[in-house]
């Protein structure tokens, strides 16, 4: 999965920010605003809230594509075991309407489609899609849940087969739902790490591209700044992506 060009423009935010600071310190005493939001001291905070926040998100990125890679490698056999479950669950011959049963659950199993998460697309498109993708795989795992108790109330159903065995598809039914909850988490910790990065970018009323603006109009202002100011011109901040 590889970075949105929303993602990209967010990290040179944070970069270019940090390049200002460095721009305006070296203005020593030159630098000498009335407006509090851009104090160097606010500056310097903000900047410093950034790198919290930008090692936050190089953090949890990692660990969300490694257990949404991993959720889907233990999903991928589900259906095909469903129906293998299905079709041993028929050969006991218990009757027509509890193999009914057995049946549509396994179609209501096939049924649920995964949602996957595709990869480079746009960040807010994918932040949506999350939501979906956890409730497809929640629903897919309460169904496999409900084959393996209907076979578990049906005490003929004894296959010599291991992996089709009412202990094994519980197992396997656990592991799929630890991996469920892991890719759970690590999407809530990701969502949370790209709110805090968007209210201080773009969303906050003293957010980082409202004090580069701030910053600007000072500095055309200031007398012997020029160059000052050209080098903070020359530093790019791209708005949030629409």
Known sequence: MGKSNSEVGDVKNLANYNEAIIIIQGMGTLYNPAIPAIHLNKLLLVNQKAQVISEEFKTVT???????????????????????????????????????TMVSLNKKLRGERIVKIKKDKPEDEETATISTAQTSFDNKASTFDDMIKFAIANPAYKPNEVE???????????????????????????????????ELLYENPDNILELIRTIKDYLKSLKGAEQYYKKIVKLKFKSKAP
Not at 73 to 78: A, S
Not at 185 to 191: C, D, E, F, G
């Open 164 to 198: 089709l065995q009412t202990a094994t598809l519980k197992q396997y039914h656990t592991s799929i739902m630890k991996a469920n909850n892991m890719a759970s988490v690590n999407s809530v910790k990701l969502l949370n790490a790209r709110k805090n990065r968007d």
């Open 62 to 100: 990692p660990l969300f594509k490694v257990s949404i890679a991993e959720r889907a490698e233990l999903y991928e056999p589900l259906n095909r075991l469903g129906t293998r479950v299905q079709n041993a669950f028929k050969a006991f011959r218990l009757g027509n309407d509890i193999n009914d």
